[in-house]
């Protein structure tokens, strides 16, 4: 069993729409979790950080974790065409320098 | 604030060759980071650097893979011999230090062994 586990997708929705990116996890030691943005032919670049459980919102985005069952989500309000990307979710332990395990990344393609 | 530099972004080789790819960070990171990113999976670290020493290296194929970054700032991945399934998005990434997750990434390098 991987340690995350993310939909590839892709997922296709019209403009306006409100999208729903997840993923689970097997380690109960995360304690950090990142949802990162990575557009075709660049590298990813980071969206949402959050630690333990909980929500946290910015503008468009709101990421949320639920570690009972080992859940995490993004979602992102009022889709743009210019959100279609792949979306990476990623999460470490704490205590000290931990890596990071990223998962395989949903791609997500926004039509207008 | 310039971002992480990469070159080359794309290189072709064939398998039994060997390739460098160059890094150089944005400046006043400590960390770096090489990660591997093959089609269809997410990032997968090879090796982070703190300054010019190795904080994790468990992930390099070590018996074909070499990083360094000497002086602390730009680092140097080698692949020799290159393999078939050595193809990927080579992506470098820095941070402020060890205990800061926010990782700045380049654009990556993309290897193509034939």
């Known amino acids: 069993q991987k340690e995350v586990e993310q939909d590839p997708g892709p997922l296709s929705v019209p403009e306006g729409a409100i999208v729903s990116l997840n993923c689970t996890y097997s380690n109960s030691a995360f304690q950090y979790f990142m949802w990162y943005r990575q557009y075709s032919r660049k590298g990813p670049e980071l969206l949402m950080y959050t630690y333990s459980s909980g929500n946290k919102e910015d503008g468009r985005f709101t990421a949320q974790v639920d570690k009972s069952s080992k859940y995490i989500s993004l979602f992102i309000r009022d889709s743009q065409p210019s959100d279609s990307a792949t979306y990476l979710c990623a999460m470490r332990n704490s205590g000290g320098y931990q890596k990071v395990t990223f998962g395989i990344g949903t791609k997500l393609q926004v039509i207008p | 604030e310039a971002g992480v530099a990469q070159s080359p972004r794309y290189k072709i080789i064939e398998k039994r060759q060997s390739v460098a790819f160059w890094c150089n960070p944005i400046s006043g990171h400590a960390t770096l980071y090489w990660y591997q990113q093959i089609l269809g999976q997410g990032p997968k670290l090879l090796i982070q650097f703190q300054n010019n020493g190795v904080v994790d290296d468990s992930q390099l194929p070590k018996d074909r893979f070499s990083a360094e970054r000497l002086k602390g700032v730009d680092s140097t991945l080698k692949i020799q011999p290159a393999k078939l399934e050595d193809s990927a998005v080579y992506l470098c990434?820095?941070?402020?230090?060890?205990?800061?997750?926010?990782?700045?990434f380049g654009p990556g390098t993309r290897l193509t062994v034939t």
């Open positions: 990434a820095s941070s402020l230090d060890l205990f800061r997750d926010e990782q700045y």
